[in-house]
């Protein structure tokens, strides 16, 4: 049943696009009626604080280890230092286990933080539902997880992609959306909260009403967090020029299980998918932590056990709208070719707040003494897609680059999401559902082929069996 339901979308998606010229992108024209670009006031439900004296806030989770055997439960205590402890176990209301873990808290101005509790819960089984409890007494708050499937390579497993998300109506629209997809987890691509966009004490009290926002899904299955630029929070003016501060208290990553030297950067494997995760603002050229870092992390990746290579970044690489142009010039000088050497399957980022997928293309022979310098066609270069359209309160990046440049495959400045479904080891189905006045619509949507295996010697009997030219096409994007 699912996999005629398969063929079905696949079968739509070839018909829609057989007469289209395969290099020529598109530039949808849809207009969609927005929510104000506004941040939901603070006294509206979205950011309700639970009852109870010290009751647990902000409840999220990310991946705790290399391998989704453990996640790291993360909330806020208003009033109380109490104990960092996760009570939990595999049925509901019984708590087996006993997780305990640390307590902080910062300063960011005048604002005090309250108090941040980190609690890594780990041995889990795979494939597991597990119920958890955390607060004390009557303000004790119990929600649940599902931990991935035991890593493999045809391991079916649904991710989620979000960016540049804020806490406006927008935002709310693409959470609901979001969540009604049935993806298990979500690749974040940076920019949570556009706390930045406030001044002093509201910097602090817009990251709590965010956390709060977010917790109906992120109380219940890891995000795996990346960083952008409203996480820099450089703030001369108040004093406060330590960068990350407020992320890298409120939001930990599993970067010691990599061997990785900073949270920023890091890489995590769940299911049949290899996720790295860079970050845009953090040293990285060569002979850098993060360089180092990925050139070792890249040579771990094993495509027979985990076929799918994804990463994750804030800035673009390949964009084509006015917005943050060329932003992504110096990542790519760097690191483009060993994405197109390791056959990464796609690269998702954020920053531009419009959608945006790129043909497979690259632009790696061109050097300073050459006159190459056009991306060209490349079957070993990854799918580039933009999801900054989360919904945060700048508002949407309108204005593309016109003529359409030949490496943009499909852009639209709508808000949204995208999910990626990952079948087996050949195929995953990908998704950008646009929120088109409250409603989700699927609006850009292919068959991802697999990078490693679609060139092995398997992969090109599966091409033969299946001979019609436009499933060829669909083959060799
Ligand atoms: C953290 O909380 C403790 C206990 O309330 C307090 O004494 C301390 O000043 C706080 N630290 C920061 C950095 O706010
Ligand atoms: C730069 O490009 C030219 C022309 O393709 C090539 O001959 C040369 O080897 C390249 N130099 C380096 C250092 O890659
Ligand atoms: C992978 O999944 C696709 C779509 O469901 C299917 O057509 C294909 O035969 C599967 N390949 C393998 C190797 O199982
Ligand atoms: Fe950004």
């Not at 989700?440 to 599966?462: A, C, E, G, I």
Request: hydrophobic content about 35%; proline content about 5%; some cysteine.
């Amino acid at each position: 049943m699912k996999s005629l339901l398969f063929q079905l979308i696949l079968t739509s998606f070839v018909l829609l696009n057989s007469d289209n010229n395969v290099n020529a992108g598109v530039t949808s024209d849809f207009i969609r009626k927005e929510y104000p670009s506004e941040d939901i006031p603070l006294d509206n439900e979205v950011f309700a604080v639970p009852t109870g004296h010290n009751a647990p806030q902000q409840v999220h989770m990310t991946q705790g280890d290399y391998e989704g055997k453990a996640v790291i439960i993360s909330w806020v205590t208003a009033d109380e230092p109490e104990a960092s402890k996760v009570q939990y176990g595999t049925s509901k209301g019984k708590s087996e286990f006993i997780a305990e873990g640390k307590t902080t808290n910062y300063t960011l101005y005048k604002y005090k933080s309250g108090y941040i509790h980190h609690v890594l819960v780990d041995n889990l089984e795979y494939d597991t539902k597990y119920y958890y409890k955390i607060g004390t007494g009557h303000s004790a708050r119990e929600f649940w997880f599902q931990t991935p499937p035991k890593i493999g390579p045809d391991v079916p497993y649904k991710f989620g992609i979000i960016g540049d998300l804020g806490q406006t109506y927008n935002s709310l629209s693409t959470l609901e959306h979001y969540m009604e997809s049935g993806a298990e987890t979500v690749l974040f691509v940076g920019d949570l909260a556009y706390a930045d966009r406030y001044e002093y004490n509201d910097v602090g009290i817009r990251w709590d009403s965010w956390g709060r926002f977010v917790e109906r899904s992120t109380a219940y299955q890891p995000w795996i967090w990346s960083a952008g630029n409203h996480e820099i929070e450089y703030f001369p003016y108040m004093d406060e020029v330590v960068p990350f501060k407020s992320y890298l208290e409120r939001y930990p990553t599993p970067h010691l299980a990599c061997k990785s030297s900073s949270p920023m950067w890091y890489a995590v494997r769940r299911a049949s998918a290899h996720i790295i995760v860079l970050s845009s603002y953090s040293p990285f050229v060569k002979y850098t932590p993060q360089w180092e870092w990925l050139s070792e992390e890249l040579k771990r990746v094993d495509r027979e056990k985990t076929p799918w290579l994804i990463i994750l970044m804030h800035i673009p690489i390949y964009n084509s709208n006015d917005a943050h142009f060329m932003e992504g010039e110096s990542m790519r000088a760097v690191f483009e070719e060993w994405f197109v050497h390791h056959k990464v399957d796609v690269v998702f980022a954020g920053h531009v707040h419009a959608y945006e997928r790129s043909f497979r293309i690259s632009n790696i022979r061109y050097n300073v003494s050459d006159g190459d310098r056009y991306p060209v066609p490349d079957k070993s270069a990854p799918v580039y897609i933009t999801v900054g359209d989360g919904g945060n309160q700048e508002g949407l990046a309108g204005s593309f680059r016109d003529p359409q440049p030949e490496y943009s495959a499909f852009r639209e400045a709508s808000y949204g999401h995208s999910t990626l479904e990952i079948r087996n080891r050949t195929h995953a189905l990908y998704h950008w559902n646009r929120n088109d006045d409250g409603k989700k619509v699927p609006t850009d949507s292919f068959v991802l082929h697999n990078q490693y295996w679609s060139s092995s010697p398997r992969r090109r009997k599966l091409k033969k069996i299946h001979s019609s030219s436009a499933l060829g096409w669909i083959a060799s994007y």
